[in-house]
Structure formats: structure tokens, C-alpha cells
């Protein structure tokens, strides 16, 4: 079995992963509200934006005590000194700038994404000189202290915007392509990638072409870039949408006019790789390849979307539907093998949002479907390492070659977030899953440009496929989301998060004769703007 | 669905209740142990690069790694031509997990060299292969049974199994004196080993096609010493980058041709 994984792992955690590759993402020229055609600006100029984001956070039970998986493995780490404790803590930060550098004339800019210090947890670079951490004088810079997520180019022409470069990439909901925006994102889409957007019958219609990955690479003699030594390995995706869409500001418009706000979009995107090099990506990789370094793949894979929204004063409903389709005809990795037959997929998944004011407070139900794959396991974030899931698992592979080929999970983008634990912790995303989702949202006090607002969400859930849970039970968890927000007029924005997951059936251990029982979280965050 | 019913039930009280109830229920000592997991299996950084040459890097040895093998005696397999298909099911052919270990604490430790890997000779693990590998060659210095005391035999001279690196036209000949007991018996012979590599062969094989193997023909003459027993056998075995050896035909005795059609055993590497 583990030999199955070493000949075919990396090559089906592509299949599986393709759900977020194939992805439209329009919404950084088109929902910012830059596709406007600004006015003469003679001299150019600078925009910063951003934030400063600190977070810290306890976790408590995230093993949910329902002892080890088959494979030896915990739901969560466990602390490693004292086998009896529960709680783990953190904190980390970010620093987000996000710029835009107008030049002279009109429409014509560059806009780079740059987050310092991202996600780093507080202390976790020591100052090792005197040799060990108690001694550390303070903190060093990180290896990445800077990362550069986006740089692109950007043109408004009189039929519309042309972009060049990578670009951000969120669609809809952010179900499946998600730039990740959120306060409290951790991740996000980039696609290198050249898009014309052009604006006709009160709709957006947009082409983008994606060089998703570029394959083989050597040095020019120069050794100051690098060259592509095989066209036929390239990775690309084209991608063809259309939306009607409303800015932020003119929804809000709208509703104060008491108009009702219908927006909607499609996307249909098709990616595709004819061969493969797996040289250059597979453990280290030569300096020179060799023709016998070239396997056939014949990858192909398709992602439709389908994105609705209704609002007006007082009210919103929002969905998102995709279907995601692929196929490997070749999914070996290693030059010389090849399997008989394609690893196939087939992915569905849906979002629900909707908000509805009453009197002072906001009321609201979301759900969502994720498919599943009967393969024990969700797949959520398989390791080609680990080899197919063993009943039991919490994780693996979903597809065991030659035996089973499909890959039919559909999993939600990480930073569209439904709860604290159960999904973002725990599992890592929704795949596999049914949940609902009552929320509500009222404020406490409003005085002084300040607000303290309260939030809290219920999550019910269940697994599609019960085979892929631990225990074998549909059942996974409901969890109870409160929290504080305090939301200052100089933009401090602070949220108390509180989080109890009762887990359910799913998690039970019945080989160890243990239960699954409740996991707690609390994290404050603090956020910046600027 | 028992529990989940109770759950939903606990459920309800907790929210009828604060939340407190299951807030103090998980207030316990830690249920689950330390996962270590056991690790990653053994990987290597060995990708075939097809370059009609087979290095010692390219046939790594992962000790205590299970490889399964369908094994088929006595059939009729067509070895010629360089497209080889061994895919088909085979009557009465059945799977062993064979593994290749260290010298270790085998009973026969103390006869060789401590660097000594120690590998399955049949499906039935009655006997093993003692070999050396160095990164000119792979040899052969023993055989033993797995039964204690019972069989042990040495080559006086090492026997070349592959020499490296592999490559087509490469040939050789090894003859050695054979000493030691077998089956518990005083034995005192010689075995010559033939080997030659002739060509690269696609193979497909039940889940998997390789599509450069090396075919390595070997013929063994055993001279067990006693008056006119003279066994002569053809061996073809397949031998791929970074897989090693993927199949294996074994002629019956005494057979001379070397594309024999007809096999006293079938090796096959299955998933």
C-alpha cells in the first residue's frame, strides 16, 4: 500500500486538490470598484492600505480525548511534556500592506500585495546566539519576513481593464476562490495570470489565462533566469465569466432607495497538462534534465460556478454552487510506470448565506454541502506520504491506486471560514459535510463613535459519507460561536471569540472504548487599519 | 446512532443549562497519548531517469519494507519478443509478502559478514539468499534455511547477481565452490552463474506497465558433486529503475534454452 502511495501519492493529491485550482477571480479589478475611469492625474500617485493584525488564542481538547486513529495519529497535537494536559496557546501576527502606484495619466497603475511578518507566532524566532532559547536577547528576522502575494499591472483601456501578473483571486462567496481578504484570513489565491475585463449590457464579461505552473526550468548561461526546457509540462487554465455586480457603495445606494439589489455571476475555467517532469518537483531537483525525465499526464480538469445574490434594505441572500470535474489519464509519477487506468473526480458544492434585520439585530441561516468520497478519511489535506486513509483516519488519500480511482470530495476554500473548531481546526476545511449555521448579530452599546457588538453562530454538521469519519456515524459536532466585537471610529477593530465544539458520533473511538468530548477555544484578536 | 442520540440529548441540556456543563466535562485529565505516528515510510530520492543504464542508486534497498509479489508455479509464460505481457491472471498463482532485513539476530549471524542483507530465496520463506552489495555489485555468499541448523551453504567465491551499472550487451560468469551443509547434510559442490543483460523490455504486469526494464537472462549450473548431478536452470528476471526486480521466470531443471516458454515459477510485483 505504501509503495501504491510512492508511485501515485503526489500525483492524486493534484487530482484532489484541483477544486482549488480551477478557479475564476475577477473581483480585484472588478468588485474593488477600480474598474472606474478616473480622472487626469498628472503627477502619479501612492495608495497604501492594510492592517496590523495580532491574534492570540487557547486551545483546549482539540484531540476531542478520543485517543489515536488506527494510523497513530491524534485529531490534533497534544501537548508534549505533560500527557495529561489539555490546552494549547499562541499568538502570532501580520503586518498587510496592500499599495497601489497610480501613474501619470489615467487608468494606468501597479498594485502589490506585501505582508510582513505573516502568520508569525510571537516568539518564535530567538535569538539563538548565547545557545539556547532562555537566553535569547530578543528576536531575529525571519528567513521570510516579507511576502510578496501579489504584483500586477494594471490598465484601464476605453473597453475595459487589462491586468498582468499575479493577481488576486477571489469569486463570490470565496467557497472556492478565496484572496483572502478576511480579517481573519490566513491564506489566499494568486494566479499569474494576463485578464481583460470589459463592461457590456450592464454586465462584466471577463477571459483570463493562467500560467498555473510552468514546469522544468534551468539557468540561461547567465544564470539570470530561467528557462523553460518543455512546453509540453506547462500547467495553464483559461477561464471565461460574467457577472452583474454592484459595488459596495452602490448596493448600499441602492438600499437606502429601497431598490433591490440582484446580482449574479458564472464561470466556466478549464485547466490542463499534457506531460510532466515530476523531476523538478520531487525531492531534489537535478540542475539538468534528460528526455527520460518527461512522463505522459494528461490532466484535465474543468471548474463551473455559479454565484446569486439578492439584497436591499435589510436583507441579503447569497449563494454559491460548483461543479468540478477532472481526470488523470497517467497518474504515475515516476518515469518508466504507468498505471492502466485514469483517476477521475467528480465534486459538487454549495453555500448559503443570508442576513435578515430585525429590529435592532441581524438574524440569519447558513448551510452548505460539500460532497464526499466514500474512502475513509475526508481528504480535507491529504499527504502523499501517509498513503490511502485506513478506516479509522481522520485524513488521506481518497483514491488508492489501481484499486480505487476517484477522487469525489469537494472541499471548501480553508479561508471561508463556517466555525472555529470543528472545520478550521480540526478537519482543516468543509469537505465531505452537510452543516447549518443560525447566527445572530446585535449590538450591546453604541456610544462615543465606539460599538460593542455581540455575534454568535450555531453549527450543526454532518459527514455526506459515513465511512469517511472515524467511528463510521454521519454525526460530526455541533458548536456554539460567541463573541464580542468592539469596533472603535479610528478603526481598532477587537473581537473576543469564544468556541465549544460537542462533537458527536463521528468521533468516537469505539476500538479504544472512548468517547469523543468537548473541545473549547478562545482567541482574541486585534486589528489595525490603516 | 445510540450515542448521537444521547450527545443530542446532552446537547439540549447544556443549552437549557449555561454552557458550563460541557465546558467542565472536558476539564479532565488528557484521554489521547502522544501520536508519533510511526514516521513516514521509507522513501528515497531515486526517480528513474530511463537513461539505458541501471546504477547501484537506482536499485536502493529498503530493509524491512514489504513488497508483495503474485507467485504462480508451474505455467507457460511466453518470454519473447521486448513487449512482454505478464498481466494476466494465473491459475493458481497467489500473493507473498516478501521483505529484505538485516543480518541481525538470524541464526546463521555469526557465518557472515555483519553488513550482510538477508533476503527470501522461495515464496514459502523456507530460504533465504545471504547478500553483499557494495556499488559495484550485488552477490551472492550464502544460502540458508530459516530453520535452524538445517541449511547453510557458502560461496567460496562471492557470486555476481548484478553488476552495476546495468547496461545491455553487459555479460559475465561467476563459478564458485559451494560448501557447507544443505538439508542437514554434509555438502560440497560448485554453482556457475552466467549472466547477461540483452536488451530493455517494456513489461506489463497486472496493475502497472514498465516500459524500460532491464531483461537480465542468468543461467545456473549447480554441481551438487555427487556422481552426474549436474542441474542446469534458466532465470529471467526484469529488473527496473528504483523497483529492482519487478519479475522473475525460473525455467524447470535442466532446462537449456534460454527464451523458455516453459516456467517452474512465476514472480510478479503487485500492489
Redesign the interface.
Known sequence: ???????AGLGLCALASHAHADRAGFTESIASGDMTFAGANEEGSVEITGYFRGRGETL??F???????P?????FP???GD????ALHGANMRLRTDLRLRGPGTGVSAVVRADLLDNLSLGSTPNLRDGTPGASAGQDSPLQALRIKRAYGEAVLPIGVLTIGRQGSQWGLGMVANGGDCEDCDGGDAADRIAFVTPLFDHLFALAYDISASGAQQSDRSSSRLIDVEPSDEVSSVTVAFMRYHTPMARERRARGGRTNIEYGAYLSHRSQDKDI??SY???APSMF????VVARGYSATASDLWFRLGGAGYRIELEAAYLTASIEQS?L???????DPATSDQFGAALESDFDVASATLGLNAGFASGDPSPGFGAFP?A???PAQPGDLDGLQAD???DTRVDNFRFHSDYRVDQILFREIIGTVTDAIYLRPHVRFPIADAGGAKLIFQGAAIASWAVEAASTPSG?R?LG?E?DPSLRYESRDGLVASLEYA?L????AF?NPQAG??A????LARLQLLFPF | MGSTAMRFQALAISLVLPLVAQTLAACSDNRTPFGPDGGPPPTSDCLPDLDDQLTRAEMPTFLGTVVSYLVAQNTTVDTSGSDLDLSAQVAGERKYALEASALGEQWFAAEFPASSIVVPLDFEGQAVGILQSSDEAIRLVGIASTQEDYTLLHYQTPIDLYRFPLTVGQSFVTESAVVGQFEAVPYNGSDRYAVEVTSIDSVALPHLRFTHSFRVHTEVTSDSGAAGLVIKRQQLSLVSECFGEIARVVSQDDESEANFSDAAELWRFSL
Not at chain 1, 500500500?1 to 508511485?7: F, Q, S, V, Y
Not at chain 1, 484531540?63 to 486513529?69: F, N, P, V, Y
Not at chain 1, 494510523?71 to 485529531?75: E, H, N, Q, R, T
Open positions: 500500500m505504501k509503495t501504491r502511495a510512492l508511485i483546549y481538547n484531540d476531542l480525548d478520543r485517543g489515536l486513529t494510523s497513530g495519529k491524534a485529531l497534544v501537548p508534549l500527557p495529561s494536559a489539555q515530476p523531476a520531487l525531492g531534489s534528460v528526455p527520460g525525465d504515475s515516476l518515469p518508466g510506470v504507468e498505471f492502466y499527504s506520504a501517509d498513503g491506486l489501481p484499486f456515524e454525526a455541533v456554539v465549544l460537542l462533537p458527536l458520533g468516537d472512548l468517547d468530548r468537548s473541545a473549547q
